[in-house]
């Protein structure tokens, strides 16, 4: 993907990500968040409007700052840094509301070529479970890992 992106930092765990945005709103601090989850080597990707104060974030704001495709590549941007960091990881995500979940699938259908050659996407439906990504589905959720490269085995 190479859209434009904003700088983020992390710290030597890679589950923290921060960045700000800069638009007509001014600069307004996001946060990314991999949490593991009770599911072995799965993480929840969480991000939002970094609330200082409680050091936390609010993933139901709306920032309104004209810059939603230069976070959207951000934040993809800190899964793949992610996933390179843990390659055994599969990390699920969901918007906070349909709209985001939405604007989401938009973003993977509209990078599905470059993005499948290194990582594997899958999409949930409530009815027909995990499957691979199909651009144009409607999903309710997501998983993506890394694709792990196949073990040469020379005989002797």
């Not at 599905?112 to 439906?125: A, D, N």
């Amino acid at each position: 993907m190479k859209q434009p992106k904003y700088r983020y930092t992390t710290g030597t765990n890679s589950y923290v990500y921060k960045f700000i945005s800069v638009g007509p709103k001014g600069k307004i601090k996001k946060i990314v968040i991999y949490s593991k989850t009770s599911s072995k080597d799965v993480y929840n990707l969480a991000f939002g409007d970094y609330v200082e104060c409680d050091d936390d974030l609010d993933d139901l704001s709306v920032s309104n700052n004209r810059d939603t495709q230069k976070v959207l590549a951000t934040v993809a941007s800190t899964l793949f840094y992610f996933l390179r960091k843990h390659p055994a990881a599969w990390v699920f995500a969901k918007g906070s509301s349909e709209a985001r979940t939405r604007l989401y699938r938009m973003g993977i259908s509209a990078n599905i070529k470059k993005v499948s050659v290194e990582f594997t996407i899958l999409g949930y439906h409530e009815t027909e479970g995990w499957e691979n990504f199909v651009s144009g589905r409607a999903y309710e959720s997501f998983m993506i890992t890394k694709k792990l490269k196949p073990v040469y085995n020379e005989k002797s």
